[in-house]
T-cell receptor, first 111, second 116 residues
Framework: GNSVTQMEGPVTLSEEAFLTINCTYT??????LFWYVQYPGEGLQLLLKATKADDKGSNKGFEATYRKETTSFHLEKGSVQVSDSAVYFC??????????FGQGTELSVKP | DAGVIQSPRHEVTEMGQEVTLRCKPI?????LFWYRQTMMRGLELLIYFNNNVPIDDSGMPEDRFSAKMPNASFSTLKIQPSEPRDSAVYFCASSHSGSSAYNEQFFGPGTRLTVL
């Protein structure tokens, strides 16, 4: 079946450090892929998305590339800020319309 | 648009009581999703609707849980009777199938339920 696996957190970084959060998926066909972010006390918000192989999603300095050969969609940011502290969820879209989420990775950025 | 609206934001109740959570999706959206989030289990999809019809309720934990969507602008998730293990944050989300292949889901702020 379809599933998403993320690297375990929490991830703790200093401000301006480079960020990578790994995400791999198992799916039939070529699903759309997403990264959602959840700030403390809030619901999830879409951060970026990609719909086909080699697509790169980007937003707010974050990037992720849809890699079919490695079934991966790793999230990266070149220089994190304290305001990026949140929980990040990787997800794929099931053909029926629902999203399959990973377990989430907590990011904490220290000044 | 006001976004997805959930009420109440916080609910504290005693074991055995009935709990009703409410959701108003974004106007024009035809999909509605109910999720539960806990530290132990992460984010779980409970049930989702398309055009007010339940499509997949395989995530509903047991018969104590029920969900309805009487019209396009309102849905409820009911727990009867509630148990301490139901304590969690419950999110409602909605999306529009006709917009693109992405089907971005828009999440509400959640209801934090505590069952004592």
């Amino acid at each position: 079946g379809n599933s998403v696996t993320q690297m375990e957190g929490p991830v703790t970084l200093s401000e301006e450090a480079f960020l990578t959060i790994n995400c791999t998926y198992t799916a039939t066909g070529y699903p759309s892929l997403f990264w959602y972010v959840q700030y403390p006390g809030e619901g999830l918000q879409l951060l970026l998305k990609a719909t086909k192989a080699d697509d790169k999603g980007s937003n707010k300095g974050f990037e992720a590339t849809y890699r079919k050969e490695t079934t991966s969609f790793h999230l990266e940011k070149g220089s994190v800020q304290v305001s990026d502290s949140a929980v990040y969820f990787c997800a794929l879209r099931h053909p029926g319309g629902k999203l399959i989420f990973g377990q989430g990775t907590e990011l904490s950025v220290k000044p | 648009d006001a976004g997805v609206i959930q009420s109440p934001r916080h609910e504290v109740t005693e074991m055995g009581q009935e709990v009703t959570l409410r959701c108003k999706p974004i106007s024009g959206h035809d999909y509605l999703f109910w999720y539960r989030q806990t530290m132990m289990r992460g984010l779980e999809l409970l049930i989702y609707f398309n055009n007010n019809v339940p499509i997949d309720d395989s995530g509903m934990p047991e018969d104590r849980f029920s969900a309805k969507m009487p019209n396009a602008s309102f849905s409820t998730l009911k727990i009867q009777p509630s148990e301490p293990r139901d304590s969690a944050v419950y999110f409602c989300a909605s999306s529009h199938s006709g917009s693109s292949a992405y089907n971005e889901q828009f999440f509400g702020p959640g209801t934090r339920l505590t069952v004592l």
